[in-house]
C-alpha cells in the first residue's frame, strides 16, 4: 500500500514539472536571412563655393630710391586700408574628412597712404612728402582642407592654400608743402605697377548642413602676398619704389552647392520581429 501510494506521488510530481516547462518555455524567433545589410554613406563628388568677407590688410612696408641713388630707402610710414573680397571656385569631396577646391578671389580697392623724408631743394632742409595711391588684387589659389567630424549640423574644418596673386597698384601722387625753397606744393605723379606675385593661405572654419546639398561655410583666412614692384619713375626723374607684400586677415562667409545628393540613399528600417504563436 504504501509503495503504491510513493509511486503514485512521484508521477504526479513529474507530471507537474513537465506541464510547468512547457508553459515557460518561448520559442525563439527565426534568424533573419534576408536583412538589409547597414553601410555608412561616404560623402563624395563636385561642388561650387562662393564666398564674401572683409579683408583686414596689413602692409609690410614699402622703399624706394631717387633716380640718381644706387640704394633703396624706406618710406617713413606706410599704410594700407582694409577692403572686401568676394570669391568663387570649384572643389571636389573626396570623402567625409578630405576636401581640395581651386578658388578666384577679388580684393576690393584699398587705398594706400604713405611719406618718405629727404632733402628739400635748398638742400639743407628736411621735408616730409604725402603720396598716396590705391591697390587691388585678384588671387587664383589651390587648396586642401581636413574636415575634423561632423556635430550634429556642424563640420569644423582647417586648411591651407597656395597660388599666386595679381597685384594691381593705380597712380601715385606725390606731394611736398613744406619745403621752404618753394612756395605752396609740389610733386610728380608715378605710373603704377602690375604683376604675379606668389601667395600662400591658412584657413579655418566651420561648416553648416542647411540641406543635403546646400552648406553654409563662415571661416577665417590668413593669406599672405610676396613683394614686388609698385610705381616707376615719374617724368621729371622722380623714384621708383616697390611694397614687401601684404598680410591680411580675412573674415568669410559663403555657401557650397554639392552635386551628389547623400538624401537620395535609401535609410535602413529593421525588420520587424516575427510573431510567436504558442
Known amino acids: 500500500m504504501k509503495m503504491r501510494l510513493a509511486a ?45 568677407g572683409y579683408s583686414f590688410n596689413k602692409m609690410r612696408g614699402a622703399k624706394y630710391f631717387q633716380g640718381g641713388q644706387t640704394f633703396e630707402t624706406d618710406f617713413t610710414s606706410a599704410d594700407l586700408d582694409d577692403s572686401w573680397m568676394f570669391g568663387a571656385g570649384v572643389g571636389y569631396q573626396i570623402n567625409n574628412y578630405l576636401r581640395t577646391d581651386l578658388t578666384f578671389d577679388r580684393l576690393t580697392s584699398a587705398d594706400f597712404r604713405g611719406s618718405t623724408t629727404g632733402l628739400c631743394l635748398d638742400g639743407v632742409t628736411f621735408c616730409t612728402s604725402s603720396d598716396k595711391a590705391s591697390m587691388s588684387a585678384y588671387s587664383l589659389m589651390a ?5 575634423l567630424g561632423t556635430y550634429s549640423y556642424f563640420t569644423p574644418y582647417v586648411g591651407a592654400g597656395l597660388g599666386a596673386t595679381y597685384v594691381k597698384w ?10 621752404p625753397g618753394a612756395p605752396g606744393c609740389y610733386g610728380d605723379d608715378h605710373d603704377g605697377k602690375s604683376g604675379w606675385r606668389a601667395s600662400a ?4 572654419g566651420t561648416t553648416i548642413d542647411i540641406t543635403c546639398n546646400l552648406k553654409a561655410d563662415v571661416g577665417y583666412r590668413y593669406r599672405y602676398i610676396d613683394g614686388g614692384n609698385m610705381f616707376g619713375f615719374a617724368g621729371g626723374g622722380g623714384a621708383q619704389g616697390r611694397d614687401k607684400g601684404f598680410h591680411s586677415h580675412e573674415a568669410r562667409v559663403g555657401a557650397r552647392y554639392m552635386f551628389n545628393n547623400a538624401c537620395d540613399a535609401p535609410a535602413y528600417e529593421p525588420a520587424p520581429e516575427p510573431i510567436v504563436y504558442k
Open 170 to 179: 593705380g597712380k601715385l601722387r606725390n606731394q611736398i608743402c613744406d619745403d
Open 8 to 52: 503514485t506521488v512521484a508521477a504526479a510530481m513529474l507530471s507537474a514539472g513537465v506541464a510547468q516547462s512547457a508553459d515557460l518555455y518561448q520559442a525563439q524567433p527565426a534568424p533573419l536571412l534576408d536583412a538589409p545589410e547597414v553601410t555608412v554613406q561616404e560623402a563624395s563628388g563636385w561642388y561650387l563655393r562662393g564666398d564674401v
Open 143 to 147: 587648396n586642401v582642407y581636413v574636415d
Open 201 to 204: 593661405a591658412l584657413m579655418a
